[in-house]
């Protein structure tokens, strides 16, 4: 299993982009579904969270501006970023908890490479 994320790139302050991943492979079951974020020189953050039952979770610092969603057929979550300001610039990570194969005790975790996401003017 590999998670594939797309989307980042740059924009305006107050613009907006949409990230992606996805999960190659087949799967049993996937638990939660994250994003994180890491500017230079701080810990990485997470910053959405979402589990296999609908429950979502926004940071206090992008809520109501950024949202997350999933599809677990299609074994992909996005997170919509609007009103995107230049402290959201950071490399943006995926996570997906993942019960891969029905003979496993625990499910894994994966992570997408990172996508870059910078907001400049």
């Known amino acids: 299993v590999q998670l594939q994320a797309s989307g980042g790139g740059s924009a305006q302050p107050g613009g907006s982009l949409r990230l992606s991943c996805a999960a190659s492979?087949?799967?049993?079951?996937?638990?939660?579904m994250s994003w994180f974020r890491q500017s230079p020189g701080q810990e990485r953050e997470l910053i959405a969270d979402?589990?296999?039952?609908?429950?979502?979770r926004v940071a206090d610092s992008v809520r109501g501006r950024f949202t997350i969603s999933r599809d677990n057929a299609k074994k992909t979550q996005w997170l919509q970023m609007n009103d995107l300001k230049p402290e959201d610039t950071a490399v943006y990570y995926c996570?997906?908890?993942?019960?891969?194969?029905?003979?496993?005790?625990?499910?894994?975790?994966?992570w997408g490479q990172g996508t870059q996401v910078t907001v400049s003017s």
């Open positions: 996570y997906m908890n993942i019960w891969v194969d029905p003979s496993d005790s625990i499910a894994q975790d994966f």
């Open positions: 492979g087949s799967v049993v079951s996937i638990n939660a």
């Open positions: 979402s589990t296999r039952y609908g429950v979502l």
